[in-house]
């Protein structure tokens, strides 16, 4: 599986995880065991454009792992879904070159 891609200053726990999820299976229990805390002014996740290094895992998910066909739907899904989001979030920040990266990588994966 590899160890936290440290290329990424954030959503290196994300990838870690999508690559764990990819050899084991991840379950949901009904019971709370952790509790989260956030709004601190230094929190990564208050930064805009996380999603750019979610979307970055999944394409190489997509491109370097052998998936079945249910998980390379489900990939490129959620991979296309992303790249929306944050293309239309670039497009209302006036960073129309930027959403079109976007908009191209999420047209480079199709449905099997």
């Known amino acids: 599986m590899g ?40 929190q ?17 998910i997509i491109e370097n792992h052998p998936l079945t066909t249910p998980y390379y739907q489900a990939a490129v899904d959620v991979l296309r879904e992303k790249c929306r989001i944050y293309a239309d979030g670039c497009i209302r920040r006036g960073k129309v070159d930027e959403a079109g990266f976007y908009q191209t990588i999420a047209s480079r994966y199709t449905r099997r």
């Open 3 to 42: 160890l936290f891609n440290e290329s990424f200053p954030a959503c290196e726990d994300y990838d870690l995880w999508l690559r764990i999820g990819l050899y084991y299976p991840i379950y949901l229990i009904d019971k709370q065991l952790v509790v989260k805390r956030g709004g601190h002014d230094d």
């Open 44 to 60: 990564l996740s208050r930064n805009s454009g996380l999603d750019r290094y979610r979307i970055l895992s999944i394409v190489s």
